[in-house]
């Protein structure tokens, strides 16, 4: 348990889901975590799954399908260096013709056992995100967010939620 919170539920899942309305633009999906604030309340992030869409096969070019878990909104996917970022996934096909390899990048859906936790989410939402790189159907994802609800002393609750709005 982090220092300066109070576990105030057990562990829930919560799954998400974002798809793109054409191909290869960018789609981001709201999720609410009904947290509230006015009791200093917070997420806790225990684990994040990811899975998305496969990229198309097309002869000749690079495909993708990429996907994020972000605290904040964003305009493009994110970085796992970006602040705001708690999860990202990348599938790639590489075609030069007729031959293709395939990529898979990501972090650990399950971080080690000695990880207390991989995030706090402090404000009432998170967001997904997913875009595809030159594909003709449009990406999808999906996932689920593990973790509980905590209560926050003062100060960490109005540090913790500062840090997330200026990490945006």
Request: one cysteine or more; hydrophobic letters at 40%; a negative charge.
């Amino acid at each position: 348990m982090p220092t300066g919170l109070k576990q105030s539920s057990s562990v829930v899942s919560i799954g998400f889901s974002a798809s793109e309305a054409a191909p290869n633009i960018l789609a981001q999906s709201q999720v609410d975590l009904n947290l509230s604030p006015l009791d200093r309340e917070v997420f806790v992030v225990l684990a994040i799954n990811l899975d998305s869409s496969a990229p198309q096969f097309v002869a000749g070019s690079t495909t993708q399908t990429r996907c994020g878990l972000t605290t904040t909104s964003v305009t493009a996917i994110p970085q796992l260096s970006d602040a705001n970022c708690l999860a990202r996934l990348s599938n790639t096909i590489v075609s030069t013709g007729t031959d293709a390899v395939s990529f898979t990048s990501g972090a650990l859906e399950t971080p080690p056992a000695t990880l207390e936790y991989i995030g706090i989410i402090a404000t009432n939402d998170f967001f997904v995100q997913v875009q595809g790189t030159n594909n003709t159907a449009n990406a999808s994802m999906s996932g689920k967010l593990y973790g509980y609800r905590a209560v926050a002393s003062a100060d960490i609750f109005a540090a913790l939620v500062q840090s997330e709005v200026l990490s945006a």
